[in-house]
């Protein structure tokens, strides 16, 4: 078996960044048996690769193409002279280095995944170099007049020696009150930074989950303030799709102008899905007024606030707003199989005047609210 090239640590790091950037297309100096970054090329098509390797001929150069979509599969193709060698033998602090470096950008990735951006990351280099068996890392964000502080944990693995992004606790505090919950992260996937104060807001989030089995589905998840687990944690709600909550039905019943557009619909959707309150504009007298709107799985239909969310409408106020035949439904009309429209506008105000004082009261802190199989799409 042919021995390979020796790359550099420069040139591994390089060739990481190319690949996550989509250029696998790669030539390289064949000559050479220690590979500098001056040494490989990266691009993003063949066509391209090949007029490098046509323009660019030297005494002390022989190019080669080759196409590689992970540093690993980069190194299994770069073989160096006729010799034989044991592979095993061969760039082992390279290999190792590489191992450290994909695992650091994987982690740098799942950062900015996760919605806390690349304000970490010099700190989390910095604790995987110096090989801390585990460590977290803090940091703080602003919501309007509400303080969202974050305390990701890490931890190394005796079985692969990887780090791995294990969870981050929230600790809110806002104009009412304090409130803490732990959200777990799988393999990258998890409740995001805006999610998780979206749900200590009060707010739910539609996230695709997991089965014990490994299947895979959807679901809206809600903290339960009124009710904790043993160990002092928010237990969690959920609202599958087979319980009938249709967030575009939802909003049809509003003379919402943002309807009439495609692309604005779609924003829309994404938005209230995970969590946000959104201002819309409702056509009400043939004049745009502006609400704040937000979406509620438990009752079925949105939530609608005066323009800066500052106060929640009732459903009475909320019936004005609506188009003709979902006025009729929620001011009486008995559907089969459905509340009326005044049982539900009872629950939902007793809910809302609830939910606005309960802040007030909380200020425990929690220790292991595990949202089990939430993750997100990539």
Same mark, same amino acid.
């Given at each position: 078996?042919?021995?390979?090239?020796?790359?550099?640590?420069?040139?591994? @790091?390089?060739?990481?960044?190319?690949?996550? @950037?989509?250029?696998?297309?790669?030539?390289?100096? !064949?000559?050479?048996?220690?590979?500098?970054? !001056?040494?490989?090329?990266?691009?993003?098509?063949?066509?391209?690769? @090949?007029? *490098?390797? #046509?323009?660019?001929?030297?005494?002390?150069?022989?190019?080669?193409?080759?196409?590689?979509? /992970?540093?690993?599969?980069?190194?299994?193709?770069?073989?160096?002279?006729?010799?034989?060698?044991?592979? =095993?033998? %061969?760039?082992?602090?390279?290999?190792?280095?590489?191992?450290?470096?994909?695992?650091? =950008?994987?982690?740098?990735?799942?950062?900015? *995944?996760?919605?806390?951006?690349?304000?970490?990351?010099?700190?989390?280099?910095?604790?995987?170099?110096? +090989?801390?068996?585990?460590? %977290?890392?803090?940091?703080?964000?602003?919501? !309007?007049?509400?303080?969202?502080?974050?305390?990701?944990?890490? /931890?190394?693995?005796?079985?692969?020696?990887? *780090?791995?992004?294990?969870?981050?606790?929230?600790? $809110?505090?806002?104009?009412?009150? %304090?409130?803490?919950?732990?959200?777990?992260?799988?393999? !990258?996937?998890?409740?995001?930074?805006?999610?998780?104060?979206?749900?200590?807001?009060?707010?739910?989030?539609?996230?695709?989950?997991?089965?014990?089995?490994?299947?895979?589905?959807?679901?809206?998840?809600?903290?339960?303030?009124?009710?904790?687990?043993?160990?002092?944690?928010?237990?969690?709600?959920?609202?599958?799709?087979?319980?009938?909550?249709?967030?575009?039905?939802?909003?049809?019943?509003?003379?919402?102008?943002?309807? @009439?557009? #495609?692309?604005?619909?779609?924003?829309?959707?994404?938005?209230?899905?995970?969590?946000?309150?959104?201002?819309?504009? $409702?056509?009400?007298?043939?004049? +745009?007024?502006?609400?704040?709107?937000?979406?509620?799985?438990?009752?079925?239909?949105?939530?609608?606030?005066? *323009?800066?969310?500052?106060?929640?409408?009732?459903?009475?106020?909320?019936?004005?707003? $609506?188009?003709?035949?979902?006025?009729?439904?929620?001011?009486?009309?008995?559907?089969?199989?459905?509340?009326?429209?005044?049982?539900?506008?009872?629950?939902?105000?007793?809910?809302?005047?609830?939910?606005?004082?309960?802040?007030?009261? %909380?200020?425990?802190?929690?220790?292991?609210?595990?949202?089990?199989?939430?993750? =997100?799409?990539?």
């Amino acid at each position: 078996m042919k021995p390979k090239h020796c790359l550099s640590d420069d040139l591994i @790091s390089a060739a990481q960044e190319m690949f996550l @950037s989509n250029h696998h297309w790669i030539v390289y100096n !064949g000559l050479n048996h220690e590979l500098e970054t !001056g040494d490989m090329q990266f691009f993003k098509n063949k066509r391209e690769a @090949s007029q *490098y390797t #046509q323009n660019n001929t030297a005494e002390n150069a022989s190019y080669k193409l080759i196409y590689a979509s /992970s540093i690993l599969d980069l190194i299994g193709q770069l073989t160096y002279g006729n010799s034989i060698g044991s592979v =095993n033998d %061969v760039n082992p602090p390279a290999k190792t280095n590489f191992m450290k470096e994909e695992n650091l =950008n994987y982690l740098k990735i799942d950062l900015k *995944y996760l919605g806390f951006g690349d304000r970490l990351q010099a700190n989390l280099e910095h604790n995987i170099r110096q +090989g801390f068996p585990e460590f %977290v890392l803090r940091t703080q964000t602003e919501f !309007g007049s509400a303080t969202l502080d974050s305390t990701l944990y890490f /931890s190394r693995s005796n079985e692969d020696g990887k *780090y791995y992004f294990n969870r981050h606790d929230a600790r $809110m505090k806002n104009d009412v009150g %304090v409130l803490e919950q732990s959200f777990y992260v799988n393999k !990258g996937h998890g409740i995001t930074l805006k999610e998780a104060f979206n749900l200590l807001e009060g707010r739910a989030v539609y996230k695709e989950m997991d089965t014990k089995e490994g299947e895979q589905y959807h679901a809206w998840i809600q903290l339960d303030f009124e009710n904790r687990e043993e160990n002092g944690s928010y237990k969690i709600k959920q609202f599958h799709e087979e319980d009938g909550y249709d967030l575009g039905k939802a909003l049809s019943k509003f003379p919402l102008k943002e309807l @009439s557009d #495609q692309q604005k619909t779609e924003r829309l959707l994404m938005s209230l899905q995970k969590g946000n309150l959104q201002a819309v504009t $409702m056509m009400v007298d043939g004049k +745009g007024q502006r609400f704040s709107i937000g979406a509620s799985p438990e009752y079925k239909t949105v939530d609608v606030f005066d *323009y800066g969310a500052v106060r929640p409408l009732t459903n009475d106020q909320k019936a004005q707003l $609506m188009t003709g035949e979902s006025r009729k439904r929620l001011n009486g009309k008995k559907v089969e199989g459905e509340q009326t429209g005044k049982e539900l506008s009872q629950q939902h105000d007793d809910k809302q005047s609830k939910g606005l004082k309960h802040g007030q009261h %909380v200020s425990q802190k929690l220790q292991g609210q595990k949202t089990k199989g939430v993750k =997100n799409h990539r």
